[in-house]
Structures are given as structure tokens and as C-alpha cells.
């Protein structure tokens, strides 16, 4: 092949090249300078319509939803529990008079030993698959019954590695729900109630009570009298802020008014379904103070925010806009009030106190 025939044609190739990015680079000036547009403050902003612009004044320290942080805020010591045994994947915890806690710092479930046998309380998948063996460590009794706290996945979704289990107990709301879901991993109750069911096995008890949807329908709470010992799923989490949204709270008064039935109950030990360490009176205690400060906060923000404040004009009819930037705006002063009291109380406050706001504004205005 002669190779010096290719370099004309390949030099008038270049040049077009060159010639079609001058022409692709003034389009894109142009269209730029095309979007630039004034805000209501009289700056010209230069970002596209759709990207996010300036802050709102008086932003708080913590990162709005969707910022990457470099440094998250330090979990509080009394956020931490016992450490896991590495090698076991689970601590066990005895809470009472042949009552345990199984964990692996991150879910939690419960187990009972009775004289026939063992009454096992959610499945979470995280560590289902060792749950037997950690029954095993304490009992060689068969499990004869197994309680679903409600229906979510990430509580029950082990059951299945439990192999047969003669008796399932949940709510009818648990059941209709698990019937939608088709799950394999999660098979159906075979036993349900819609107030209250007191479970009796040999000489000990749990007295399981629904009390309306919160966090989802269905969800029970679970009393040990004898061992003075609550569960209750994703609602209260000692140490911790609630997970975002308000532990996805379905229901969020229903939310609110569950903690304060909780703090009434007398328990000692309460569990809460998730992270390392149980929770006391006290833990709840916190949590009502809390959700009660964000309530006023958002209360407060919404009352004191005016809508289409500081907006570009062009936008002021574009009402899921107007909306945007008011929830936005609420959110951050609410963020702000909460900030110097709660940020080292409750670990994982930088984050999920965003969408704690953002959740109680909007039940606030519509429930
Ligand atoms: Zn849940």
C-alpha cells in the first residue's frame, strides 16, 4: 500500500474536523448564553434551566439530600452497643428468664424457650441462616412457633431458612400483605388476630397488640411481662435518629401517637429491630423529645416561610416548582433549628434529619 498518497486527503479530513468543533463550540455559547437567565435578586444565573443553582440563603452546615459529605458526623458513644464476634456473625443477648436477643449489630430478632420448645420472633435475612445455630447454643429444643413482627422483607425475609415451622403468628394485616407479595422466603401465617393475641406456651407468655397503621399496617408490638421486655419494630431505634422518613413511617400521626403508646408501656429492655445495642425507657424517652422538637420545627418553618420568595419569575406558575422551592426553604430553617441541639444526641442525625423535615412538613400540611 503507497502511504504517501493517504496524507492529502488526511490533512483536508483534519481541517474539516477543526472546522466542525469551531462550529459545534459557538453553538454551544450560544445556546449558554441563550439560557442565562435572571433571578428574582437581579444576578444572572449561568446554569442550565433544571440544574441546581445558587444556595438558599441561610443554608444549615448539614448536606441537603443527594450531597456527597466527605466526613460524616461521629456515631455517639451512646449510640454503640457490644461488639460482634466476627467469626459467629451474631451476639446473643440474654434479656430474662430464657428470653434472647439475636443480633448482628445491624438487625435484630428475639427468642423464647419454653418447655416444649422455642418461640422465635422475626427472621431477618441479614443472619436467618444462623439463627438455628445460635437457638443451639442455649437449647436443643425444636422451634414450634414463629411471630412476624409485620411484613417487611428485611424483618422475615430468613423465615424460609427456618425450614418448617408448625405455627406462624402475624397480624391480618401481615397476612393480606405477604399474600400480595408472593414471597417464597416469607410463607404465609398460619394463625392471625386483628387486636390482641396472648400467646401461651408451657409457663411462659408475649402478649402481641396491634395499635393501628404507623409504620406499616400490620406492624405488632411484642411484650414479654415476665422478662419486662418490648419489641417493636421501626419505630423507636435507640441511640439512632429513625431511619429516613420517619422509618418510612406509612402512616406518620399513627407514627407519632406508637411512640408515645410505647412510652407508656412498662417495660425495661425494649428492641427495636435494628442496630447494635437494645434500647431502655430512656432511649424512647429521647426519641419522643425529638420527633416533638421536629414536629414544632417544621410547624414553625412552615408558618414562617413565604412561597415564590426569591424564585425566578418565569417559574411562579409552575406550581410543583413553587412547591420544590417552599419545601426546600421550610426544610432547611427546619434543619437549622434542630441542628445545634440534636446533631450529637442521635447518631446518623447529618443523615437523615433532611428527610425527617421533609416528611413532617408534608404530614403537617396534608394529614
Ligand atoms: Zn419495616
Partial sequence: MDFGKMKIPFRLYLRRIIALTLILGATVLLWSSLSLAKTATGEVSKVAPGAAGSPYPNMPPIAAIGERVDKYLDVPESAKGPPLDPVKGYRLQELGKDLYMVTDNGYQSMFLIYEQGVVVVDAPPSYAAKLRKAIAEVTDKPITHLIYSHAHADHIGGASELGYVPVIIAHDETKRLLARAKDPHRPLPTLTFSDRYSLKVGSQVLELSY?????????????????????????VIPGWMPWRRLSLAQDIPGYVAQIEEIRRMPFETFVGGHVARSGTHADVELQSEFIHDLRSAAMDALNATKAREGMDPRDKDNLWAVFDDYLDRTSARCVGTLTPKWSTKLAGFDVNVWDQCYAMEESLRID
Fill in 211 to 235: 395499635h393501628g397503621p404507623a409504620h406499616e399496617p400490620g406492624n405488632i408490638f411484642i411484650y414479654a411481662p415476665a422478662q419486662k421486655t418490648l419489641m417493636v419494630v421501626d419505630v
